[in-house]
């Protein structure tokens, strides 16, 4: 299972993953500072734990630019909240961070066979919009747990295609992909968000935003 091959999180490493996402979310860097302010913890303790975690990538002044399939730097498929723009390290990151972060985003990322745009809209309890409606997701199962190399071996395998035809040639190359439907790739998505983040449905843990604005 995809959940198994990410880092275990206790209560408050959840707590501190879900503002690390929120935070990022609103478009800017985010230092170990801001963390703690948010959760009214020890800056130092907030360093720490960050530095424990694999896949935080950071800025030369050691704020978080790229957290866990959301980041700052241009990547193919873009994030747009509101007037923002961020990005996705692949197709299925952008299934499953709008209910971390509690928001509605657009999505925008293309076929990498064909070029052709995707476009969504997916809210934090389901997908509102679909364009084209055949739009499939390439999936790879995780050989090893993730660690700074996920993008490389995994998230460079998990692509929009705009139909299950567009995305034949690209799955002949890579013939330990499969496909998912949106619709799978959205619930497989909340399955491991409930697994690794029981926090998100406990009361007084879960985000502001939780539910469709």
């Not at 050691?62 to 197709?91: E, K, V, Y």
């Not at 299934?95 to 809209?121: A, D, W, Y």
């Not at 190399?149 to 499969?178: E, G, I, M, N, Y």
Request: glycine share 4%.
């Amino acid at each position: 299972m995809l959940a198994n091959a990410m880092w275990p999180l206790a209560g408050q490493e959840q707590d501190l993953a879900l503002t690390a996402y929120r935070q990022l979310a609103t478009g800017a860097p985010v230092s170990a500072r801001t963390l703690a302010t948010a959760l009214s913890r020890d800056e130092r303790e907030i360093a720490e734990a960050l530095d424990r975690w694999t896949g935080v990538f950071r800025d030369d002044d050691g704020a978080i630019i790229s957290f866990w399939g959301l980041a700052l730097p241009q990547m193919a498929n873009r994030i747009r909240i509101d007037d923002r723009t961020l990005h996705a390290w692949c197709a299925w990151d952008t299934l499953f961070i709008p209910e971390l972060i509690g928001q509605r985003v657009q999505v925008e990322s293309q076929s990498p066979v064909s070029g052709e745009p995707v476009h969504l809209t997916v809210a934090p309890s389901r997908v509102e919009e679909v364009v084209p409606e055949e739009t499939v997701v390439s999936m790879l199962a995780p050989d090893a747990d993730f660690d700074d190399t996920v993008v490389l071996r995994f998230c460079h395998f998990v692509h929009f295609f705009t139909s299950a035809q567009d995305a034949r040639p690209w799955l002949a190359a890579h013939p330990k992909t499969f496909l998912l439907s949106v619709s799978e790739a959205f619930e497989l998505g909340q399955q491991v968000v409930a697994a690794k983040f029981p926090a998100l449905s406990s009361d007084g843990h879960a985000p502001e935003r939780r539910r469709d604005a």
